[in-house]
């Protein structure tokens, strides 16, 4: 018996690792020339591979999911940190819970995976780009050395979101998919960026500058979401850290309103009346800047989105002004391109998929990780989620192969 993964990151891989040790044969297939290239790039400045907290905090991050749950619930932060241990890999958990491998990158990682699944017998074949089913139902791939086709007893299909095409994301399997009338949702960004009509100044000035120690909040769909983060300037408008964490209710507002406000306290640890008294003291010959930055530390990045908000002078009343730094509102115009996004929403719906990530009209055929419509916030959600489908489908095509009774 033999399956055909194909998609070499990691949900593709984990599906790889769950049917191998059970015995299944497994040919792993990927258009690009060496394997798991997103989830490298995830690791380029720390792998941030699950999350360790609440099991109710945590499995909320999967924004009311059932299934997804259900799956994470089986194959979460403690069985991901055991699965690396296994592979030699000590996990490490920061102060806010996020789970980190031990040195942090993503490289010895996925070194000692890939040694381990060749182990268990599982084949590589990288830059199979996999192009549909021929008339005789047979995996038809597009390679260097010409057309090959694949007849496996099992499918899995992890191919990977929308976004950062350059590492083999590319999404040109759903019109596959839709074309075998298989139900997919369009791709939407998620955990992305921003766009916003900066002032010449602001662009000129700014971009790549951290904004720290902020408390930042928008009002979505469900209600008020909040974050205690930081974020970056662009050229073109807003990016990371908080900015990926009220993407979603910005993505909701965006598409209910055509706008949407992200809300920025410059000085979260002072109250509205510490800061106006701090302003209220005479300034003397100082300019606005200097009494800013003496009175209450704010200066740089900041103190020019106090005037992108005015458009010009501040406030010279200190309540007004320290009204202003408490809630500095910023106008969203867009999403940045899809294909920045850190992740994508959308691709196979739910509703295709059996309670073992089998196609419902395409028996033998699983599919794993972001191409399933699921969405969740950076801090390790999306990789566990990857982990736990890929196991999931994994364990579905084994139980499917070995099932004497079919
Ligand atoms: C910059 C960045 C940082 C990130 N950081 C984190 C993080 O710290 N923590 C976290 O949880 N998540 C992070 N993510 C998200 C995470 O990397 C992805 O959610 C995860 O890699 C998705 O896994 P996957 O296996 O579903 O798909 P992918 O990793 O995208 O793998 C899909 C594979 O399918 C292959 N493929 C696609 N089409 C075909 C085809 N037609 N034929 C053959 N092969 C094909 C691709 O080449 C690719 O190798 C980050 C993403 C980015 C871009």
Not at 37 to 45: D, I, N, P, V
Not at 252 to 264: C, N, S, W, Y
Not at 299 to 304: E, F
Request: with cysteine; charged share 20%; aromatic share 6%.
């Amino acid at each position: 018996m033999r399956a055909a993964i194909i998609g070499a990151g990691p949900a593709g891989l984990m599906a790889a690792e769950a049917l191998t040790a059970r015995g299944v044969g497994v040919d792993i297939y990927d258009a690009m020339p060496s394997v798991g290239r997103k989830f490298l790039m995830a690791g380029k400045s720390g792998l941030n591979i699950s999350h360790a907290e609440d099991a109710d905090v945590f499995l909320s991050r999967y924004r009311g999911d059932a299934r997804l749950a259900e799956m994470v619930k089986t194959f979460g932060p403690h069985e991901i940190t055991e699965w690396m241990q296994g592979l030699g890999i000590a996990a490490h958990t920061g102060p806010t819970g996020r789970v980190f491998p031990e040195m942090m990158k993503a490289s010895p990682l996925l070194r000692a995976w890939l040694v381990r699944l060749q182990e268990m017998g599982a084949v590589l074949h990288p830059r199979h780009r996999w192009q549909g089913w021929d008339e005789t139902g047979a995996l038809m791939f597009a390679t260097p050395d010409g057309a090959v086709t694949a007849t496996p007893d099992a499918t899995i299909l992890a191919l990977g979101g929308a976004s950062w095409k350059r590492l083999g994301s590319d999404g040109a399997w759903a019109s596959l998919l839709a074309g075998k009338g298989v139900a997919t949702a369009p791709f939407g960004p998620s955990n992305c960026g921003f766009l916003v009509d900066w002032s010449d100044h602001l662009k000129e000035k700014f971009p790549g500058d951290p904004v720290k120690s902020v408390r930042l909040w928008t009002d979505g769909v469900g209600g008020r979401q909040e974050t205690r983060s930081e974020f970056v300037i662009t050229e073109r408008g807003l990016e990371s850290g908080g900015i990926y964490t009220l993407s979603a209710a910005l993505v909701d507002a965006l598409a209910r309103d055509g706008k949407a406000t992200l809300f920025v306290d410059l000085l979260p640890d002072i109250e509205d009346g510490a800061i106006a008294a701090k302003l209220a003291r005479p300034r003397g010959k100082q300019s606005m800047a200097n009494h800013l930055r003496k009175s209450v530390n704010l200066s740089g990045v900041k103190l020019a989105l106090l005037h992108e908000a005015t458009g010009g002078p501040l406030p010279a009343d200190p309540a007004a002004l320290a009204k202003l730094i408490k809630a500095v509102p910023i106008k969203i115009t867009g999403t940045a391109p899809l294909d920045e996004a850190i992740s994508t929403t959308g691709g196979v719906a739910w509703s295709a998929l059996d309670d073992h990530l089998m196609l419902g009209d395409m028996p033998g055929v699983f599919c794993a990780g972001e191409m399933i419509d699921w969405d969740a916030p950076t801090g390790g959600y999306l990789i566990t989620a990857c982990l736990a489908t890929g196991k999931a489908a994994g364990a579905g095509a084994t139980d499917w192969l070995q099932d004497s009774s079919r």
